[in-house]
């Protein structure tokens, strides 16, 4: 059963995920430390809208400060690990006015991995790029690049892989998925994932961006969903724009963010366009949630999941965030 809300945004705004899994035990002050990084990438976006800027300048504000915090696994730090031990980052963001994407695989070494899938939509001709070529169009436009791929891993990222390992040699997780309570206490950090923003500016501009370091104990060279248009994140200022999380190859397979548009472009509300497409996914053996803003400036969210990471900021800079 999938839980959904919707809201009013006004004249602009902005939603983000934190991705959606298992609800962590915290102490009040590590909730709070989750808190404050949602609530600062919610202000660093708003701020954006508010002073007239495109929906892609605030998601691109938005998900940096998602991508540089250790709490969440995207960009550099917080970055879950795959099968060799390594961080490879997926991201991926679309423009709803002329419908252009630009999606990174498979990245090595660049603390936000959003702003190279930017430059794949507004530089190059290919939507794609995997990691020699991404990291090839990053260094030629000043991103860095570091030389040591292993420079963004955490310590907890390295026993999560172990862990995960111990559970099945070859199966990947994500990144919330928990055996027992106990392991869940242990490990705060399991519980965090992939991020996502979606945003209206004054214009009725819709942009989406999702980023993300992808699955646990991940093969070589998997893709998810989060790069891919159509599957992890979607705009279109026709219909709404939506940023996914959760098992990677079902809303792959499901198309879920292109499904989630077009459910929503017959005359059905946000709510059951968004339950359709969970029902989707849900077809192909995952989980997760997704959040959206409408062309009719209704932003909401849906997960079934137990809990996910989310938060808005509304046109009267009214903001909301939770963690479970
Ligand atoms: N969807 C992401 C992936 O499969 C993982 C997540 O959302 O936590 O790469």
Not at 25 to 36: A, G, L, W
Not at 39 to 57: H, P, R, T, Y
Not at 158 to 169: G, H
Not at 210 to 215: I, L, N, P, V
Request: proline residues 3%; negative net charge; hydrophobic residues 40%.
């Amino acid at each position: 059963m999938s839980k959904i809300e919707c809201f009013e945004i006004g004249e602009f705004g902005l939603l983000i995920h934190g991705g959606a899994g298992a609800p962590a035990q915290m102490t009040s002050s590590q909730s709070r430390k989750f808190h404050e990084v949602l609530e600062n990438s919610l202000k660093a976006g708003w701020a954006e809208l508010k002073q007239g800027a495109k929906a892609i300048d605030a998601v691109m504000k938005a998900v940096a400060v998602l991508e540089e915090s250790p709490l969440f696994n995207a960009g550099g730090p917080g970055a879950v690990l795959n099968s060799q031990g390594c961080i490879r980052t997926d991201a991926g963001v679309m423009r709803g006015e002329d419908l252009k994407a630009g999606g990174v695989t498979d990245l090595r070494g660049v603390l936000h991995p959003s702003q190279v899938a930017r430059l794949i939509l507004e530089k190059s001709s290919a939507v794609l790029l995997t990691s020699e070529g991404a990291e090839k169009l990053a260094r030629e436009n000043g991103i860095e690049v570091h030389e040591d791929e292993n420079a963004f891993i955490i310590e907890s990222r390295r026993t999560q892989l172990a862990r995960a390992k111990a559970r099945s040699s070859d199966g990947m997780s994500t990144d919330h998925d928990s055996e027992t309570e106990e392991d869940e206490a242990q490990n705060l950090r399991d519980k965090i994932g992939t991020v996502g923003v979606v945003a209206i500016d004054k214009n009725s501009n819709l942009c989406a961006v999702t980023s993300t370091g992808g699955r646990v104990n991940k093969p070589i060279g998997r893709v998810g969903d989060s790069p891919i248009p159509g599957a992890g994140y979607w705009a279109d200022n026709e219909s709404l724009s939506c940023s996914a999380t959760g098992v990677g190859e079902a809303f792959l397979m499901a198309a879920a963010a292109k499904h989630l548009a077009q459910a929503y472009s017959r005359p059905v509300t946000i709510e059951t366009a968004l339950s359709n497409t969970l029902r989707e996914v849900e077809r192909f053996h995952g989980d997760g949630g997704f959040i959206c803003i409408t062309k009719e400036r209704i932003g909401a969210w849906a997960y079934n999941t137990p809990a996910m990471y989310r938060g808005y900021m509304d046109s009267k800079g009214e903001m909301k965030t939770f963690i479970v």
